[in-house]
């Protein structure tokens, strides 16, 4: 398989196998979220909607492709992978599945006590975890941090903006909706609400199952890279499209825009990245090169291209980075094509992910819809908490999709639920039981998923050096 030795390719497929069960246990875990609403109200019966629950992060996660994947590499470049090849096979298997590990069992531990608890939380602990044991054992990058604090913010912020707009959300239907006072009011058991209601009840929840296919089955792919370019980088780390002569173009092209505009600052980057592109060529070319030199120079071009990304890519955000339009067009169109050479999915990849994504949304709902549709509140959910908590679920999960940021469905949609019922009787609204319980497992998943995932990975390598 890919040319690996059997006992290799082994290990490979089990990496691989642990993702897919990671996305699996991440649709089950997640399609709560997605459905409690629809079910609660009774939009919907249980069966149909775990099915199209699942349809949608399917679609969600497969068009994605069509329009990038901002929120893979944000998880992909919060390890040092131009470091990582440097590991032995054993070591390598070892960083990856005490990261799987780590993940599958949190996410499964607050699954079965029907605690609603964030894959995304459990992935980045979990990332961050092996990153510091990494950084202990062989020095080097670590972790990004600069992205991590950036993930780290979205995570944060995240639940407290679904509480307060869902509140905001609320108090605006009440003032605009004078007649149709039935929404504000707890459905009769057995009835269906009426089918305006039912319309806009579905449709929020088809969104928030796109959008979370969509955002959470990017994290399965990120996964599912970081296995792929540790393993076989030659094959993985560049897209199978990348042609060097043409990125020397782009970079070429960049260069003389850069040239007229006077940044020499930034002249200093494409000139690594084009002394990365060349020795990548001889490396390539040459006969005797062993195969991890290959590995290094295949890896330090996607290095420094995603460098020219970033630090362009920032800088063009400033209105007066460049005074020339022609200029500013030539160099975001070339970043454009540079950075299609390493954010890339094989299409295997995806489909694979979506599949177990949305195959998992049907297994295993009704532990944490239970805690969302009856254990967050004191009363039934009326048919506007419903739809306003997952109408700020779903915006605030594609606005972070369009920023490439993971976001916690679980957490947007669980403290959007809890603003909604706020907003309609107070805190006094509220279990406080079941807030103390989704609380203690939001501060605790970092510190326990980093301690367990390092733990596993330091443990690891001891056994398969």
């Not at 897919?20 to 609403?37: I, P, Y």
């Not at 992060?57 to 040092?80: E, H, Q, R």
């Not at 950036?150 to 007649?179: E, Q």
Request: with cysteine; glycine share 10%; aromatic share 10%.
């Amino acid at each position: 398989m890919f040319g690996l030795e059997t006992g290799i390719a082994v290990l490979f497929v089990i990496c691989i196998a642990a993702v897919c069960v990671f996305e699996f246990a991440n649709g089950f875990h997640d399609t709560a979220n997605a459905v409690a609403t629809v079910i609660y109200t009774g939009a919907l019966k249980p069966t149909y909607a775990v099915v199209w629950s699942g349809l949608w992060n399917f679609i969600g996660l497969f068009l994605s492709s069509f329009w990038g994947y901002k929120v893979a590499m944000g998880i992909v470049n919060l390890l040092p992978l131009s470091d990582m090849v440097a590991l032995s096979t054993g070591e390598s298997v070892s960083l990856v599945l005490g990261m799987l590990v780590s993940g599958i069992a949190w996410n499964l531990g607050t699954w079965y006590f029907g605690i609603p608890c964030s894959s995304s939380h459990t992935l980045i602990g979990s990332i961050l975890g092996v990153g510091l044991v990494f950084f202990w054992l062989h020095g080097g990058e670590g972790v990004n941090w600069g992205k991590a604090s950036d993930i780290g913010l979205s995570l944060l912020v995240s639940p407290l903006f679904g509480f307060s707009v869902t509140i905001l959300l609320m108090y605006i239907l009440r003032r605009i909706i004078k007649t149709e006072k039935q929404i504000f009011k707890e459905p009769e058991p057995g009835t269906k609400p009426p089918l305006w209601i039912r319309a806009i009840l579905i449709t929020t929840c088809t969104l928030v199952s796109f959008f979370h296919g969509n955002n959470d089955g990017q994290k399965g792919i990120g996964l599912m890279l970081i296995i792929l370019i540790t393993f076989l980088p030659i094959q993985f780390a560049l897209n199978s499209e990348f042609d060097v002569n043409k990125s020397l173009n782009s970079i070429n092209n960049i260069e003389v825009a850069l040239s007229n505009e006077h940044k020499a600052d930034l002249l200093i980057k494409t000139g690594e990245a084009k002394e990365a592109l060349k020795q990548f060529v001889v490396v390539k070319n040459n006969p005797n090169a062993s195969e991890l030199e290959l590995k290094r120079a295949t890896i330090e071009v996607r290095t420094q291209i995603a460098k020219i990304n970033k630090k362009i890519g920032t800088e063009l955000k400033n209105p007066t980075f460049m005074d020339g339009k022609e200029n500013t067009k030539i160099v975001k169109s070339e970043v454009s094509k540079l950075k299609g050479d390493i954010e890339y999915s094989p299409f295997w990849v995806t489909i694979m992910i979506a599949l177990c994504l949305g195959l998992g949304t049907m297994i295993g709902w009704r532990r944490i819809a239970v805690t969302i549709g009856e254990k967050i509140g004191k009363r039934h959910m009326t048919y506007a908490e419903g739809a306003t908590a997952e109408l700020t679920a779903a915006v605030t999960i594609g606005l972070s999709s369009g920023f490439g940021l993971p976001v916690s469905t679980t957490h947007v949609l669980s403290s959007g639920v809890a603003g909604a019922m706020t907003a309609s009787k107070g805190v006094k609204n509220l279990q406080p039981d079941t807030i103390k319980s989704i609380a203690i497992a939001w501060i605790l998943t970092l510190p326990v998923t980093i301690i367990l995932a390092g733990g596993c990975y330091y443990l690891l390598q001891l056994f398969l050096k």
